[in-house]
């Protein structure tokens, strides 16, 4: 047999064994485009779902902020229950709709010093959107709730949670609160760390400052080192 006749050969299998597959292949064919035709539905209706959602919140936000200054506490406590009401089905979202939702529930209910429901609050919506860039500022509230329910393992979890992200814009007042309540725990070295790492990275800031003065204070008591 020639190399030519070799080569014909060859490709006239080839084409006999595409034409048996070419229904296979077809096959294939349709099912990428189904695929990607309900990926971009998926898309569009997660789209549209979000900005549904995005527009109740502004609502709802408006609807309980709209010249509240005017009214009476009854009125107040009133808008806030009804805000709760229309909130319900938004704070078991994911994504940035439970992430507003959950936060907005937990200002009122701060508001209202339910201070227990706050906390769950703002941690349902870190549970929302873990990476948000909100995520230190409910830890930091959730730790402000903790100390307004006098518990302090907590506080301290929360404010530490709080302190580990740099760019917090309260990054400094969360070191400073994590020294103080480890302080107040007896957990001298605790405190200390936190002082001190205040000061390493912020060292001209009040809060710093305020660090700096308890440093001093703790040594001379003899808790630290």
Avoid: P
Avoid at 7 to 23: F, P, Q, R, V
Avoid at 82 to 101: H, P
Avoid at 113 to 138: I, M, P, Q
Wanted: proline content about 0%; some cysteine; aromatic content about 8%.
């Amino acid at each position: 047999m020639t190399d030519k006749t070799e080569k014909l050969t060859i490709a006239d299998s080839l084409n006999k064994t595409l034409e048996k597959s070419k229904g296979f292949v077809f096959a294939v064919a349709a099912i990428i485009v189904v695929v990607i035709v309900a990926v971009a539905v998926f898309a569009t209706v997660k789209s549209k779902t979000t900005e549904k959602g995005i527009e109740q919140l502004d609502l709802i936000s408006y609807t309980l902020t709209n010249e509240a200054s005017e009214l009476s506490a009854e009125d107040v406590t009133a808008r806030q229950n009804k805000a709760l009401e229309d909130l319900a089905s938004l704070t078991s979202k994911s994504g940035v709709i439970g992430l507003r939702a959950n936060m907005l529930v937990a200002e009122i209910k701060f508001a209202q010093k339910n201070y227990e429901e706050a906390r769950s609050a703002w941690l349902k919506a870190v549970e929302a959107k873990s990476k948000a860039y909100t995520a230190s500022l409910c830890y930091y509230n959730a730790a402000v709730c903790s100390e307004e329910l006098n518990d302090s393992d907590n506080a301290i979890a929360y404010y530490k949670a709080a302190s580990e992200d740099g760019d917090f814009l309260l990054v400094d007042h969360a070191l400073f609160s994590l020294g103080r309540v480890n302080e107040s725990a007896k957990k001298y070295d605790d405190a200390k760390a936190a002082y001190e790492k205040l000061v390493e990275l912020h060292s001209s800031t009040s809060w710093a400052e305020l660090a700096k003065t308890r440093l001093i204070s703790l040594k001379a008591a003899g808790n630290i080192q």
